[in-house]
């Protein structure tokens, strides 16, 4: 018999990924009958699973993590097929060529997209594939194995981490160097601590002796000194570090070989790079926010109260308790008049005014009315967000505030 969905009451919804939604739904006393079904955005039911399952999203490779009670995990395909059976404590995302990093009775090994074990669980710990290269520890001790789990760099080392550029930061006799892949040394055993650089134009590298930090290139020459109390890579843009002494902060470059600013500031956000390549720097000074340019100097005034930090060009701002924006270039793009502003995701922002939520775009226009729904969750994913109706029923509702009907 053909069920009407629309009957019962939706609690449970994930984002849309891989075009593939997973929603759990009750009756509306909880008791007999649960459901767990996988979507498209079709609203057309793909797939259903057993109640007790907890799903987390599609990832990228259109493969879904599932739990049971038991908190043992599975692999499923895209048609609900498990590939694996509950058989692991673990299965970890963010591998390359679609492998995974899995646990099983305490011991680390990776499955592929299929569910077969590529490196069997026979390791203390490990992590996931970069380069071709993972690290693994056995007896005690860290080395890198290959894809065909031959073990390319010796298992000796204290610690190792994953293969960053063909250059793995390594710990022996109490003390962190770099290796090559071929495990020759690059730089010498003498640091507490190395964070190597993502970045490959800029090879400079975080390490720390003592209690204070400094950066050192790929030889192990000085580039700073070690005398500060912490230093971080800015994720979004090359040859940019935030720098911590006495409980301030300044912008180091290695772009131009020093500082962009004194030590005047209570926080520094992460860089955001805009359609020029530049980065700006969300700063705080006192009690205020303002945003800083790539050489350093003031693009807005400090006079925010809050800021949410640059997301698709745009940074939602909070000043004289209402909510607005501002662009890359300091320019306030959308009126302070909401009661709060939340970045969505596609271009899109949720908004609070006069006790409603709605949605607006970058150039304040309204796309959900305010007060049509009583409020949402997540953010947009693939056209879609999750929205409670008034009967107090969650949606997947469209930029057009239209709901999807599921099938």
């Known amino acids: 018999m053909k069920e009407n969905i629309h009957d019962w009451f939706l609690y449970y919804f994930n984002s849309f990924s891989c075009g593939k939604a997973i929603i759990k739904i009750s009756t509306p006393s909880f008791s007999k009958d649960p459901k767990t079904y996988c979507i498209n955005r079709n609203g057309e039911i ?57 646990i099983k009775n305490g011991l680390h090994g990776h499955i592929d997209l299929n569910g077969k074990v590529i490196i069997p669980c026979i390791y203390e710990d490990g992590g996931y594939f970069s380069e071709g290269l993972a690290p693994v520890k056995k007896n005690g001790k860290w080395g890198m194995i290959d894809a065909t789990n031959t ?32 495990n020759n040394v690059i730089c010498d055993f003498k640091f507490d601590d190395i964070l190597l650089s993502s970045k490959r134009d800029y090879p400079q590298h975080i390490a720390k002796i003592g209690e204070k930090w400094g950066l050192i290139d790929k030889n192990s020459k000085t580039l700073l000194d070690f005398k500060y109390d912490n230093i971080d890579i800015f994720n979004d843009f090359n040859g940019y570090f935030l720098v911590k002494s006495d409980e301030k902060f300044a912008i180091y470059s290695c772009i131009l070989g020093g500082f962009l600013t004194g030590f005047e500031f209570d926080e520094i956000e992460d860089a955001f790079v805009g359609n020029d390549e530049c980065p700006t720097f969300p700063v705080k000074k006192g009690d205020k926010w303002g945003v800083l340019d790539s050489c350093g100097n003031s693009i807005t005034k400090f006079v925010y109260d809050y800021q949410d930090g640059f997301h698709e060009n745009l940074c939602v701002v909070k000043k004289n308790d209402k909510w607005g924006t501002i662009d890359i270039l300091g320019n306030e793009t959308i009126p302070f008049d909401y009661d709060r502003l939340f970045y969505s995701k596609e271009n899109l922002l949720i908004a609070e005014k006069n006790d409603y939520e709605g949605c607006i775009n970058k150039k304040n226009e309204t796309v959900i009315p305010f007060g049509k729904f009583g409020g949402y969750r997540h953010w947009f994913s693939e056209g879609f967000i999750s929205a409670i109706d008034r009967n107090g029923d969650w949606q997947y509702v469209d930029r057009n505030s239209e709901i999807l009907d599921i099938k």
């Open 46 to 102: 793909l797939f259903t699973l057993k109640p007790d399952l907890f799903c987390y999203k599609f990832e990228e490779e259109n493969v879904l993590f599932v739990s049971d009670e038991s908190d043992k995990s599975a692999l499923f395909d895209q048609n609900g097929n498990n590939l694996t059976g509950f058989t692991y404590k673990h299965i970890m995302s963010g591998s390359e060529n679609g492998f995974f990093e899995v």
């Open 151 to 182: 073990i390319i760099i010796p298992l000796i080392y204290e610690e190792c981490n994953i293969c960053n550029h063909n250059l793995i930061a390594a710990k022996k006799n109490g003390k962190f160097g770099i290796i090559d892949r071929f």
